[in-house]
């Protein structure tokens, strides 16, 4: 089932923080996360495992509450070259490897 | 290290026809799986292949087929082509249940 990505979009100004969630219903192994720009591939930010570490570089991170199957993408101190969709993709672990992405965020970032 | 090279870029079909798209994936990765975007329905799975075995496949009509060679390379088949499948097409490699990158795409227009 495709997880649920909240918002679906945001504007912010250049600096400004933001929050990106994604949940799922399904019990999860690992949460990837994308950003794509407009007529490009998908670009691989980071992964998460079960365990709920936190992971990041630079000014973007991401947490995975394991218990509550939802990760969150976190935006600090946003640049231009931020914007675009982020997307979430989910493996539940279970079965062969299927990654199941949300619709997406859309993410503008202005000067 | 040579990233995820799908080919032809752009194609344009009349409907009924048949396509073929190809993807080399990044050397080592044994992995590949293929995926549809359209704006309304996002990134959609459409099947994976190991070692030159379809191990999972997503919820699409058998007009959509797809193989995988010794080399891992792998290619993808429409047969019959619908309007509806106008889509960007796009093929991720990774080793296995890990980080998966996307290549470029391919863009399919049906007319």
């Known amino acids: 089932q495709q997880p649920v990505q909240s918002p679906q979009a945001v504007i912010l100004r250049e600096g400004e923080d933001a929050v990106i969630n994604c949940s799922s219903s399904?019990?999860?192994?690992?949460v990837h996360w994308y950003r794509q720009k407009h007529g490009e591939a998908p670009v691989f930010l980071m992964i998460?495992?079960?365990?709920?570490e936190q992971k990041g570089h630079d000014k973007i991170s991401a947490s995975f509450n394991e218990k509550k199957q939802q990760s969150s993408l976190y935006l600090t101190a946003s640049q231009l070259s931020y914007s675009g969709t982020y997307f979430c993709?989910?493996?539940?672990?279970?079965?062969?490897?299927?990654?199941?992405f949300g619709k997406g965020t859309k993410l503008s970032v202005i000067p | 290290k040579a990233g995820v090279t799908q080919t032809p870029r752009y194609l344009i079909k009349t409907r009924g026809q048949q396509v073929t798209l190809s993807c080399s994936p990044i050397?080592?990765?044994?992995?590949v799986s293929w995926y549809q975007q359209t704006p309304g329905q996002g990134l959609q799975f459409l099947f994976e292949?190991?070692?030159?075995?379809?191990?999972n496949k997503g919820n699409f009509p058998g007009r959509f087929s797809g193989r995988q060679f010794s080399n891992s390379r792998s290619e993808m088949n429409v047969s019959t082509l619908e309007l509806g499948d106008s889509a960007l097409y796009l093929c991720?490699?990774?080793?296995?249940?890990?980080?998966?990158?996307f290549g470029q795409g391919t863009r399919l227009t049906v007319v």
């Open positions: 399904k019990a999860l192994y690992s």
């Open positions: 292949y190991f070692s030159e075995t379809q191990r």
């Open positions: 993709g989910t493996d539940s672990g279970a079965g062969s490897y299927q990654l199941t």
């Open positions: 998460l495992l079960k365990g709920g």
């Open positions: 991720a490699s990774s080793l296995d249940r890990s980080v998966a990158f």
């Open positions: 050397s080592g990765h044994r992995s």
